[in-house]
């Protein structure tokens, strides 16, 4: 028996489907861990797999895989070095689990299967997994070691089991997303695990960009009595050094990093530059291509790109037409100048022009409206597209948020592309994190320090110059209101009724909503973006394309009074 346990954490990227490539990975991270005397190395919730693996857990092709690398893996632990605590989908009597292995002395010594399966948000694990028996601890180096995974610590049965087991330090796996917030959740769920089971808790997080999903790693881990053992960095692989020691009342971390780590804004801008980043690299794009207009949400896109994938590999282009102003003109030159990327002016008049001949034998007589506007975006979205598909850069989208949720945006035009870092970002949060860019920079960003954005995108009033003196607030609320209101409608599911109480106009309440409901069809056809929020376009948010639901607006009802059976209506004087 050992009375101290050095333990490797690798809060490390994989890639999802991608095995034998996570498999280096595990390898090189265990020649890192060897190199600083590590007894063990442990790796994040399905590393094996990448996470979320989602429907390829239903492939028999794939588990067979998963399987086999998972076999060579612990041949590697025959060599004496440190041990492997790695997650891996596993069948066992015709069911797949979501897994997590001890591999040590050549061969699998110990595997545990996760009991909770979350099925909410942008989870689904109840489709492809079974759940597990509770978990007890398994024994490594003479130490009883508790495993439970992710889900499984934010409920207090598997934890109370292990502990009731024999448990003395518990290492959890996780796969745990970002979004605004989630480290003082977490926090809140590793402390009162700790507190029920009187042991010390390994958080140790993935790290990276999966679809529309961020992992922002920010590891750490909690003694027993609850004060910080280590912190690891976020949005930052590493492969550290833990060291844990035996005392009177357990184990207690001597040693380990204490990294500070991005909270609030400086969180939320590292997300998009991390899943844009990974989004490019792992789906093998050489770079990106966008349209930059002279407008805030382009500016903040093309600054993300630079920050992720440096200047070189950014290509931004202004497609002007007559409406488009010299400011806007000035200000997109600028921008591209600060960011150091190609710049290219491609004005649309001809394209326009000519798909206003082909269409005039049957729009004779008709007045001008939105549908020529669309027309101008349409040309600018199939002109990005043409280049995408000519270089084989990938088009970067710009709409935010609020565009997105009111349908303020046109659908095969200006929501053209294959990525969009901007998607869960309301109209005000672009706007903060524009000032936040020219202040600061994330660590390890490509783009260059200082101001980014010229001031004038930032003070200017938003427009889509589709037509002459076009401004945002000619069809919409000023966005510090409209995004209070969507607010309450996306995230918080408010009735109107609460919101027009908390002072909003009745009318612009319900002409939100409208508009809301009306652009499902847009959203369910827009490309993919970082989750930021608790609740973003995409799996959080399942509404019907068909729905012909609207909110009346009225107060809700008071509940009902009951009388003692609970089945009929009290005494007028009744107190409920």
Known sequence: MTDTLVIGLAQIDSTVGDIAGNVARVRAAR?????????????????????????????????????????????????????????????????????????????????????DLPNYGVFDEKRVFAPGPMPGPLTLRGVRIGVPICEDIWGPDPVECIAETGGEILLVPNGSPYWRGK????????????????????????????????????????????????????????????????????????????????????????ACVVGLRDYVEKNGFPGVVLGLSGGIDSALCAAMAVDALGAARVHCVMLPYRYTSNESLFDAEGCAKALGVRYDILP??????????????????????LTEENIQSRVRGATL?????????????????SELSVGYATIYGDMNGGFNPLK??????????????????????????????????????????LRENQKDQDSLPPYEELDAILEGLVEKEMRVSDLIAAGFTAETVKKVERLLYLAEYKRRQSAPGVKVTKKNFGRDRRYPILNKFRDSGAPAPAPEKRGPSGLGVAPADDVV
């Open 31 to 115: 020649t890192e861990a060897a190199g600083f005397g590590a007894d063990v190395v442990m790796f994040s919730e399905l590393f094996i797999a990448g996470y979320p693996p989602e429907d390829l857990v239903l492939k028999p092709a794939f588990l067979e895989a998963c399987r086999a690398a998972l076999d060579d893996l612990a041949r590697d632990t025959a060599d004496g070095g440190p041990a492997i605590l790695v997650g891996v989908p596993l069948v066992e009597n015709g069911l797949a689990y979501n897994a997590y292995a001890l591999l040590d002395g050549g061969r699998v010594e110990a595997v545990r299967y996760k009991v």
């Open 424 to 465: 869960d970002l309301y109209k005000m949060e672009v706007f903060r994190l524009c000032r936040l860019r020219n202040r600061w920079k994330p660590k390890g960003a490509l783009g260059p320090d200082g101001v980014v954005i010229p001031e004038n995108i930032l003070v200017k009033p938003p427009s889509a110059e």
């Open 385 to 401: 597209m043409a280049i995408s598909n000519k270089f084989g850069a990938m088009l970067v989208t710009t709409g935010n948020k």
């Open 348 to 369: 649309i008049e001809p394209i326009v022009s000519g798909f206003e001949t082909t269409l005039r034998p049957l729009f004779a007589g008709t007045p001008p409206g």
């Open 183 to 270: 480290a003082d959740e977490r926090l809140a769920i590793v402390a009162a695990r700790v507190v029920e089971s009187g042991l010390p808790l390994i958080y140790l997080n993935q790290v990276g960009g999966q679809d529309e999903l961020v992992f922002d790693g920010a590891s750490f881990g909690l003694n027993a009595d609850r004060t910080l053992a280590f912190q690891l960095p976020a949005f930052t692989s590493v492969v550290a050094r833990t060291v844990w020691r035996r005392g009177d009342n357990g184990f207690v971390c001597v040693e380990g990093p204490k990294a500070a780590i991005e909270q609030g804004e400086e969180a939320d801008y590292s």
